[in-house]
C-alpha cells in the first residue's frame, strides 16, 4: 500500500510554504493528505481536508469563529478538531507520518494533533519556537522539532533549504525500514538520574539476564511523564521506580517536574512496581544565576554550567515521605518500597556535598508514619542507593512479583 503523509497548515497565511513541502513529498512517490487549519482568509490551494471539516469537530462553524474574534478560542477549536481527526486517520490507517510548519499559533495546533499518535508514528515540526523550550509541544511524545531560523514567510534560499531538509526527514523516516529485533522482551520502566546512574546499571544488567528488556527514563520531568503514559497504555509489564526526584521539583518549584500524576500509573493500572527515594536530596534549576532570589540563600551546588541543584531541606523532606507514601497507598496491585539509609544520590553520602542524615532519616520517618503496610511492602536496607547490593535487591524482588502476577 502506498505511504501517506499528513499535511497540517494554515494555508491563508502560508499556503506557499505548504504547497512546496507538499511537492517535495508526493515527488518521491508518497501521496499526502492536507488537513487546512487556518481560520480567517480563503486557501492558497484546495487541501483534502478544509477548515470548515476541522473546526465542525467542536460543533463550531468558521462563520462563528470569526464572529467570535478571539485567535486563543479559535486556535484552541482548530486544535482540537485536527487532533480528532490525525487519530481517526491514524485508526484508518491512512498516516504514515505527519509534518507541520508554524509559528507559536501552528506550532500549537499541529503538535497538539501529533500527540495523539503513538510513539514511534514519525512527526516532524518545522517551528520558529524550536529553539526554546519546547516541552509544552512535544510533551513525553517523540516529535522531532527542527527550528526554522527564519520566519515561516516565504520560500527564499534559507528557508527553502530548511524546509527541503524537514520533508525528506519525515520521507525518509516513513519509507526507512522499521527495524525489528530478533525477540519481543516484557518490558520494564527505570528511572535514572545521573547521581542514580550506578545502581540502575546495575538493577538492568540483572533484569536483562532475566530475559526482560529494559526503558530507563531519565528523570526530567519529560522523562517521567513518558513513563506514566507508557505504563497507562499498557506496554510495560513492571516498574524499577529507582529516581523519585521529579516529586521534588513539583513540590518545591524546581524545573523538572513532571506533574501531579507523577508515580500513580503503575498503582492505578495494578503494574509491579519497586520503588525507592533516589535524589529526592535535590530540586533542578537552570543555570545558577537562574536561581529565584528566594532560593539563594539554600545550599546549591552547580552540577555544570546548565544545571544547578538545591539541597532539599528537613521540613520539605517531611511533606516528600508524605506525598510519596500516600501515592504508594492508592495501588491495587504488588509495591515494594526500599530505602537505601546510608543515602539517596551520588552526592548524598559522608564527604559529599548534599550529605544530610538528619533530612534522609526526616523523609525515612514520613514515610514509616504514613506508609499503609497493607498496600505498600515497606524495606529498609542499611547501604547507599548506589551499592550493588541494594541495586540487586530491587531488581530480583521485581522480578519475583512480576513472576507472580504471569
Not at 499559533?105 to 508514528?121: C, H, I, K, N
Not at 506525598?323 to 548524598?348: F, H, M, Q, R, Y
Not at 564527604?351 to 499503609?372: A, P
Request: hydrophobic share 35%; net charge negative; proline share 2%.
Amino acid at each position: 500500500m502506498k505511504k501517506n503523509i499528513v499535511i497540517i497548515g494554515t494555508l491563508d497565511t502560508k499556503g506557499k510554504e505548504f504547497q512546496f513541502v507538499k511537492d517535495i513529498i508526493e515527488s518521491q512517490g508518497i501521496s499526502t493528505t492536507v488537513i487546512d487549519v487556518g481560520v480567517v482568509g480563503e486557501p492558497y490551494f484546495t487541501p483534502d481536508i478544509t477548515k470548515e471539516e476541522v473546526s465542525s469537530r467542536c460543533g463550531v462553524t468558521i462563520a462563528e469563529l470569526i464572529g467570535k474574534k478571539d485567535r486563543g478560542y479559535a486556535l484552541d477549536v482548530m486544535m482540537r478538531g485536527c487532533g480528532e481527526i490525525v487519530k481517526e486517520l491514524y485508526e484508518n490507517k491512512k498516516l504514515d507520518g505527519v509534518i507541520s510548519l508554524g509559528g507559536s499559533g501552528g506550532t500549537s495546533v499541529a503538535t497538539y494533533a501529533m500527540r495523539q499518535l503513538e510513539v514511534g508514528v514519525p512527526k516532524v515540526m518545522v517551528s520558529t519556537l524550536a529553539s526554546g523550550d519546547t516541552t509544552p509541544y512535544v510533551g513525553e511524545k517523540d516529535i522531532t522539532m527542527m527550528y526554522s531560523v527564519v520566519d515561516i514567510s516565504g520560500v527564499n534560499r534559507i528557508s527553502s533549504k530548511i524546509f527541503s531538509n524537514a520533508a525528506n526527514a519525515i520521507v525518509g523516516m516513513v519509507k526507512g525500514e522499521e527495524i525489528e529485533l530478533e525477540e519481543e522482551r516484557p518490558l520494564i520502566g527505570a528511572t535514572m538520574f545521573g547521581v542514580t546512574t550506578e545502581a540502575v546499571t546495575k538493577a538492568t544488567e540483572y533484569l536483562e539476564d532475566q530475559g526482560f528488556e529494559v526503558l530507563i527514563f531519565h528523570a526530567t520531568g519529560s522523562g517521567g511523564k513518558a513513563m506514566e503514559h507508557l505504563i497507562s497504555s499498557g506496554y510495560i509489564k513492571g516498574v524499577l521506580d529507582l529516581t523519585t526526584t521529579e516529586l521534588c521539583d513539583e513540590l518545591v518549584g524546581g524545573v523538572l517536574s513532571a506533574g501531579p500524576d507523577r508515580l500513580t500509573a503503575a498503582s492505578k493500572k495494578g503494574v509491579p512496581q519497586v520503588v525507592s527515594t533516589g535524589a529526592m536530596d535535590m530540586v533542578n534549576f537552570g543555570p545558577i544565576e537562574t536561581v529565584p532570589d528566594k532560593f539563594k540563600n539554600r545550599k546549591l551546588y552547580k552540577h555544570n554550567a546548565t544545571v544547578t541543584l538545591m539541597r532539599t531541606t528537613v521540613e520539605e523532606n517531611r511533606e516528600l515521605g508524605k506525598i510519596l507514601a500516600e501515592k504508594l497507598n492508592k495501588s491495587v496491585g504488588d509495591t515494594v518500597l526500599c530505602l537505601p539509609l546510608k543515602g539517596i544520590s551520588a552526592i548524598d553520602k559522608e564527604g559529599q556535598v548534599f550529605y544530610g542524615k538528619e533530612e534522609d532519616e526526616v523523609l525515612f520517618e514520613s514515610i514509616r508514619n504514613h506508609i499503609d503496610n497493607k498496600k505498600v511492602k515497606l524495606v529498609e536496607i542499611d547501604s547507599h542507593i548506589n551499592d550493588s547490593n541494594f541495586a540487586l535487591y530491587m531488581a530480583k524482588t521485581l522480578t519475583e512479583l512480576i513472576d507472580k502476577n504471569n
